[in-house]
């Protein structure tokens, strides 16, 4: 079967770095997304790896391994409104989006 | 980036009435647009994938009998809740992805959180 796990919830201080890990067994993989959620809201999106590496985009860093089915997220210099959910998705042989349960990031002072 | 707006963005309604909730790309045409429903605390659950022109797919589990959805345009998806009840009150979005562009992301609307009484 399908599945995408990521852990349910991450404590982290304010100004400091956390990673956010995402494994998935798809049938099939064509790219892997993550994607921001605050409550009560719309999921947005903030990046996409569909080759092994490392994509950079300002605070936010995603890397992906094909070979281990394994994402991470990495945030910096951590922000009180960075407190959210992070959904990460994977995209299968159909091109449908396999979405984990998400990862509550809580934010302290 | 593209727009996808949804209405209403909330709606309170009676056991064993019908609903409907509009999904519009707003500068784009979206040949496929998608309904998820998520409860809370839990991640997106697809609901269905919605072609324009041509009849949705619904995933397992989802009756499409309760949960019409009608793609008339290449701008406008609607997802009708018919006779809702308690437990379908939930957050429903929608999502499209604009083929116009060689974007890899789908474009989530902003949500209706549906509350059945």
């Known amino acids: 079967g399908q599945n995408i796990d990521q852990p349910t919830e991450m404590t982290a201080t304010e100004g400091a770095i956390v990673q956010i890990n995402c494994t998935y067994q798809t049938s099939g993989f064509n790219g892997l997304f993550w994607y921001q959620q605050h409550a009560g809201e719309a999921p947005t999106f903030l990046s996409y790896?569909?080759l092994d590496g490392l994509e950079e985009k300002g605070r936010f860093s995603s890397f992906l391994s094909r070979s281990k089915g394994y994402s991470y997220l990495l945030l910096k210099e951590l922000q009180m409104k960075d407190s959210a959910s992070y959904l990460c998705a994977a995209r299968d042989s159909n091109y449908q989006l396999i979405w984990g349960a998400g990862t509550k990031l809580i934010i302290k002072p | 980036g593209a727009v996808v707006s949804q209405h209403p963005s909330w709606v309170i309604c009676k056991s064993g009435t019908s609903v409907k909730i509009e999904c519009r790309s707003l500068?784009?045409?979206?040949?496929?647009m998608f309904w998820y429903r998520q409860f809370p605390k839990q991640s997106l659950m697809l609901m269905a994938t919605s072609n324009e022109g041509s009849k949705a797919t619904y995933e397992q589990g989802v009756e499409k009998d309760k949960f019409l959805i009608n793609h008339a345009s290449l701008t406008l998806s609607t997802l009708t809740v018919t006779s809702a009840h308690p437990e379908d009150s939930s957050f429903y979005i929608c999502s499209a992805r604009d083929p116009g562009q060689d974007s890899k992301e789908q474009y989530f609307g902003p949500g209706t959180r549906l509350t059945v009484t």
């Open positions: 790896n569909v």
């Open positions: 500068d784009f045409q979206a040949t496929t």
